[in-house]
């Protein structure tokens, strides 16, 4: 094949304000996302050389996805019978790293799938799946709608549908968590300690998503935050659960590997400018509070 740019593609994927539900089932880990609109936006052109192997450029900072990105030119090499494939790599992103916000898996998405649409390849979200978690557990952010997923080997995927009108207020309580040094450590004993709160949460988002019911999902992930909340969360879930019913919001959900707690909301109410403002008076201590949209998962052009 002779050299050549082969095609350029942006895509956008969403981050997350942690998840709705996380846990394990039938000894399986599992996550509930939670996506929201906050999007990582990856710029990806792909050339054809004749010189051996492939190469990722321009995201050296970025290790994680660079890794994604040089396993997904080796499959289209593969593909194409091309002898090397280089790919320039661009990343905007805004989302917070080290937050439970989907910082890595939004990067990651967007840009393996940037990789396969520069080339003429719709690259389905299972195997953006795969190649996301040959590198480190992600979220399910590449899924359409709320996803369930295995975030450490893939091995359950289920699509809950779309998620009801909902919005967030997110509380950052600051700090960051390292990701890869958080699910080295087995956490697998405290996980089967809440398997009856979690699998209560799970109906119950389950349950809210299929009848298009805030107020369900809110109490699901209202149990999940609670019995799964990481060690130095505890005052943090329980102001925000105080506040929460304060304003009437429909509960409380946490980042189960991050700094951030979510305060939930029914987007049918049109409360969240007032409450929003509350927020930041009530949680003047906190490292940052935003408003977002709860949205459905998957990649956008």
């Given at each position: 094949m002779a050299d050549g740019m082969l095609g350029t593609a942006s895509v956008l994927a969403p981050g997350t304000c942690g998840e709705f539900v996380q846990g394990?089932?039938?000894?399986?880990?599992?996550?509930?996302?939670?996506p929201i609109n906050q999007f990582s936006r990856a710029t990806v052109a792909v050339c054809r050389r004749d010189e051996p192997g492939s190469q990722v450029r321009g995201i050296d900072h970025l290790p994680k996805t660079r890794q994604a990105v040089a396993a997904t030119l080796e499959q289209i090499r593969i593909t194409l019978g091309a002898s090397g494939l280089f790919a320039d790599v661009a990343i905007a992103n805004p989302i917070p790293m080290g937050k439970g916000m989907g910082s890595s898996s939004a990067d990651i998405t967007a840009a393996?799938?940037?990789?396969?649409?520069?080339?003429?390849?719709?690259?389905?979200p299972e195997t953006i799946a795969?190649?996301?978690l040959a590198v480190e557990p992600t979220d399910g952010v590449m899924f359409p709608g709320i996803a369930m997923l295995d975030h450490r080997q893939g091995k359950v995927v289920e699509l809950l549908g779309n998620p009801p009108p909902m919005e967030v207020i997110v509380i950052d309580r600051g700090g960051q968590v390292d990701t890869l040094e958080f699910?080295?450590?087995?956490?697998?004993?405290?996980?089967?300690g809440i398997a009856d709160a979690t699998t209560e949460a799970l109906e119950l988002v389950r349950e809210?998503?299929?009848?298009?019911d805030p107020e369900l999902v809110g109490r699901g992930a209202t149990i999940s935050a609670w019995a799964g909340r990481p060690d130095d969360a505890g005052p943090w879930?329980?102001?925000?659960?105080?506040?929460?019913v304060e304003i009437g919001a429909v509960g409380v959900n946490v980042a189960h590997s991050g700094t951030v707690v979510g305060i939930l909301l029914d987007a049918r109410k049109r409360q969240s400018k007032p409450v929003y403002r509350r927020a930041l008076e009530e949680f003047i201590d906190a490292a940052a509070v935003q408003h977002y949209r709860v949205i459905g998962g998957g990649v956008r052009f």
């Open positions: 394990m089932t039938r000894g399986v880990d599992f996550l509930v996302t939670c393996v799938c940037a990789t396969g649409r520069a080339v003429g390849i719709e690259l389905p795969e190649i996301a699910n080295q450590i087995d956490r697998g004993e405290r996980w089967r809210g998503i299929r009848r298009c879930v329980e102001r925000a659960s105080g506040f929460a």
